[in-house]
């Protein structure tokens, strides 16, 4: 079984990757672009048969290892 996990920096967290992203693209033409906001994903094999087993062993985690959840959110995926 495979888990996708998705993470980003909360609302409000300043994201300088995200605004370099954006500056960038505006130096490239792409004027229309407002607003970047720039995170992981993160794929995970599981021995896992149970999905919802899967998705609980992978919010432990993400809440002890993939994600700081002072500033960051996830969503996890079974795939």
Do not use: W
């Amino acid at each position: 079984m495979k888990a996708r996990v998705t993470i980003m920096l909360k609302d409000g967290v300043l994201d300088p990757q995200g605004e370099a992203i954006r500056h960038a693209l505006g130096g490239l033409g792409f004027a229309g672009v407002s607003g970047v906001r720039q995170g992981k994903v993160i794929e995970l094999d599981l021995a896992s048969v149970d999905a919802e087993a899967a998705r609980a062993e992978v919010a432990r985690m993400c809440e002890g290892l993939l994600a700081n959840t002072v500033i960051e959110k996830y969503a996890v995926e079974i795939v």
